[in-house]
């Protein structure tokens, strides 16, 4: 069952939340991994890989490197 | 008819001992080559400086220095070690190999002697090796060295994994016991990822290019194995020496980067009570010596820690792994 966008973002944001302490109310669609969350790549790993097992997914390492913002995360988990 | 061989009920680590490099790098020594800063490294690796070994101290010199110490703590003569486990990524000499010089050096005289290359992995698979001698009666006390001298493999301008490497040398004596003080050995590898950590040449490429060559890493793909892949290799050694992740007293990883560590902890579920080896805070990352200096420290400051049950575990290059539960020496032990 193919996943609605705004449950992945919510879902996403809660594990984001879980792992940075981040509010997530502050992780919204247009904001940046690096430059507004401060979340670095080894954080964003852990983030995608907790992401994989919640979602049921494989996303490929590669993919999660090239990650900007919060909604190409949500694009990414919805077309894995 | 062959005649049987004497099986011994278990192993045990008997002394362990360490030599970091004399000299203490700091991330600004470091951080311009790289154009970072102190703030980026402590965050990124949790390091704060890197020990490092004077031009003419080789690595052979620091695994004497090592194994000296732990021979010293064992109450053993030498003479009484007869096989000898090098393991190293930095001896740069296919043949002769290092270990029967080091055997000769520190006096093991006519020990079994050999090298061991699983990089960061070296020493718990030497320790898993040296259980094995042990038990099945082939070695009586062997003698299991893991030392590197990562400074020789440093591209000061590489940022993926030059900065948090470190030289030094730990060494330990595994000999019988009346019962099982080294738990099971899980190891193995993964071949198909063997190009996201090593040497960024060969040397046959690298000399014909007239260059020496240095390490490299993928830093956010071997994260991702060493946390999660080595969680669930943690949580097999631990169920393979008959324990829950709630009765580990210690945890002793590889010191590859801080951030890797606690999140070991998280994923594996140790207590929260749990002592954990954070050595690389101060000595780097020095790969085959990483986890028998971490434990030398822990000794060191924390004797109480002595007979604890401690899970150490050994990841890297290869990409090659190894985690055994063990109980810590103790004086009494000897």
């Known amino acids: ?80 | 008819m062959i005649a049987g061989t004497a099986v011994r009920p278990g192993a045990q680590i008997l002394a362990v001992g360490g030599v970091r490099g004399s000299q203490r790098i700091t991330n600004e020594q470091v951080a311009q080559a790289i154009d970072s800063s102190d703030e980026w490294i402590r965050s990124r690796t949790g390091i704060t400086t890197r020990a490092r070994a004077e031009p003419d101290v080789t690595v052979l010199d620091l695994a004497e220095g090592a194994a000296r110490h732990a021979i010293e703590g064992s109450g053993l003569a030498p003479t009484q070690i007869d096989a000898v486990i090098f393991g190293s990524v930095t001896y740069f000499q296919q043949t002769p190999a290092a270990a029967p010089t080091l055997a000769d050096r520190i006096g093991a005289t006519g020990a079994a002697a050999f090298d061991l290359s699983a990089a960061c992995a070296g020493y718990c698979y030497g320790i898993g090796l040296a259980d094995a001698l042990v038990r099945s009666g082939a070695a009586t006390h062997v003698l299991v060295a893991g030392a590197d001298k990562l400074s020789e493999f440093v591209d000061p301008a590489d940022r993926t994994i030059s900065f948090i490497l470190g030289d030094g040398a730990g060494a330990a004596i595994v000999g019988p016991s009346s019962r099982p003080k080294i738990g099971r050995t899980i190891w193995g590898s993964d071949g198909a990822k063997a190009g996201f950590v090593g040497q960024n040449l060969g040397f046959r490429e690298a000399f014909a290019a007239g260059i020496w060559p240095t390490l490299r890493q993928d830093g956010p793909t071997v994260y991702k194995w060493a946390v999660f892949t080595m969680a669930k290799i943690a949580l097999e050694a631990i169920t393979a020496a008959g324990l829950s992740p709630s009765e580990i007293e210690v945890f002793i990883p590889h010191q590859a980067n801080l951030r890797i560590i606690e999140q070991q902890v998280k994923r594996i579920g140790l207590s929260s009570e749990v002592v954990v080896a954070t050595d690389i805070t101060e000595t780097g990352n020095t790969s085959a010596a990483s986890v028998p200096l971490a434990t030398e420290r822990l000794l060191r400051e924390r004797p109480d820690l002595g007979g604890k049950l401690a899970l150490q575990i050994g990841f890297g290059a290869g990409l090659a792994y190894a985690a055994q539960v063990i109980e810590l020496p103790t004086p009494a032990d000897v």
């Open chain 1, 1 to 80: 069952m193919a996943l609605d966008k705004d449950n992945i973002l919510q879902q996403l944001a809660e594990i984001i939340a879980e792992e940075t302490g981040i509010r997530p109310e502050d992780i919204t669609p247009t904001k940046s991994f690096a430059d507004d969350l401060d979340i670095d790549s080894l954080s964003i790993m852990t983030i995608f890989t907790l992401a994989e097992d919640a979602f049921g997914v494989e996303i490929p390492d590669d993919a999660v490197k090239d990650l900007a913002t919060v909604q190409d995360a949500v694009d990414l988990i919805a077309n894995a």
